[in-house]
């Protein structure tokens, strides 16, 4: 899979990492697997490090990667870390979506910056 998960409990959060060539399917089976994890649990976040991702969704399946974030993730923070202006602009798109269903998100093209709102996202849900 074209995705590495890993959960660190003491920081209340996943770690995704996409990179190569994904597609839709691929993001949603990883979204899937993560889901299902139950070491993944309640109050946890999730920082994805997309920069080294060869796929960038196009309108149609931005909208559906929100649908499926929201549905699996609905209330979680996450930060999304990818690179290049179109991948940020696509990130700040899908994270638009997901805020407005009710979802602590934020797209980043800095890793450090997306470590400390994460970090603060997660403190704040856990109150």
Do not use: H
């Amino acid at each position: 899979m074209p995705y590495s998960i890993s959960i660190d409990p003491a920081r209340k959060r996943a770690l995704v990492v996409g990179y190569g060539a994904n597609d839709f399917a691929s993001s949603v089976a990883a979204m899937d697997e993560l889901a299902a994890d139950p070491d993944f649990e309640v109050g946890f976040g999730m920082l994805c490090d997309f920069r080294g991702n060869e796929y960038t969704p196009g309108t149609a399946d931005s909208g559906k990667l929100a649908d499926a974030y929201a549905s699996r993730f609905g209330g979680r923070p996450m930060a999304l870390v990818v690179s290049g202006l179109l991948n940020y602009g696509v990130a700040n798109m899908i994270t638009t979506i997901v805020r407005l269903r009710g979802s602590p998100v934020a797209a980043f093209q800095v890793v450090d910056d997306a470590d400390a709102w994460l970090e603060e996202a997660i403190a704040k849900a856990s109150v």
